[in-house]
């Protein structure tokens, strides 16, 4: 989950792919775009999926000045967070299709793995989604993912606004550590009821001769943070400079 919030905010793993971002690398080997029919279906699968985000965040605020607190805002968009974050499974389509040109297993990790922490933990450990961790990753993710389809959005249109490029390479800076944050917490607040339950594991004996434990599969997941995050977050850093930097150096030759 660490990898996907990371390279999510670097890589065109949506529906624009590294088409919306062909202008940013500037290589000398261009690949070709998606044909008129392909790009009128990803222009409209971003808008679908920016509005679709827009929903969450208007339903965050709304569910925040009804209430008057912060507390348990899950449960106000709880719907439409399952269904549009499910959703973004069709960008492993786009890719195994060709449409996109980006990596089938680096997009159906960074999809799966924001996939698996809505089901797995928060959808079935029901007694973590009263917690604040929850909403710290669900306002991570929905800021992200506004700015991310809008983005490619513009960008299939070729024409893109200096301020949301600029918003896509930069509030990551924050965004990411603050995601990050919130799955971890999430996942370790999911732990003593997962081992409480023995929720998705498998003991011995059975006629399998195989056991599986999901309480340590979710240490694990938290230990994979470790050496991901620096990695991951500096690598974005690196990128922002030479996208930026790229654009300032191409309007001072307009």
């Not at 971890?184 to 997962?194: D, E, G, R, S």
Request: net charge positive; aromatic share 14%; proline share 4%.
């Amino acid at each position: 989950m660490a990898a996907a919030a990371a390279t999510a905010a670097t890589k065109g793993n949506g529906g624009g792919g590294c088409r919306a971002g062909g202008g940013e690398a500037g290589g000398a080997r261009k690949k070709r775009g998606p044909g008129p029919l392909a790009t009128a279906y990803l222009v409209i699968y971003n808008v679908v999926m920016t509005a679709g985000w827009l929903v969450i965040a208007v339903g965050l605020v709304r569910a925040y000045l009804a209430k008057g607190s912060y507390h348990s805002l899950y449960y106000s968009i709880e719907k439409p967070l399952k269904f549009f974050q499910t959703g973004a499974l069709l960008e492993i389509i786009h890719c195994a299709v060709g449409i996109v040109p980006s990596s089938v297993v680096l997009t159906s990790f960074q999809v799966m793995s924001r996939v698996f922490l809505i089901w797995a933990v928060t959808h079935s450990v029901k007694e973590v989604q009263s917690e604040d961790s929850v909403l710290l990753f669900v306002i991570a993710w929905t800021i992200t993912e506004i700015i991310r389809y809008s983005f490619y959005t513009f960008s299939l249109l070729n024409h893109l606004p200096y301020l949301i490029k600029w918003a896509r390479y930069t509030l990551f800076i924050v965004l990411y550590p603050m995601g990050v944050s919130g799955e971890l917490l999430t996942i370790y607040a999911a732990l003593p009821f997962v081992r409480q339950a023995g929720l998705y594991s498998i003991s011995l004996p059975n006629k399998y001769n195989f056991s599986f434990d999901y309480y340590a599969f979710l240490i694990l997941i938290m230990i994979s943070y470790i050496p991901l995050f620096p990695q991951l977050y500096f690598h974005m850093i690196h990128q922002r400079r030479k996208v930026l930097s790229h654009t300032e150096e191409h309007k001072k030759f307009e």
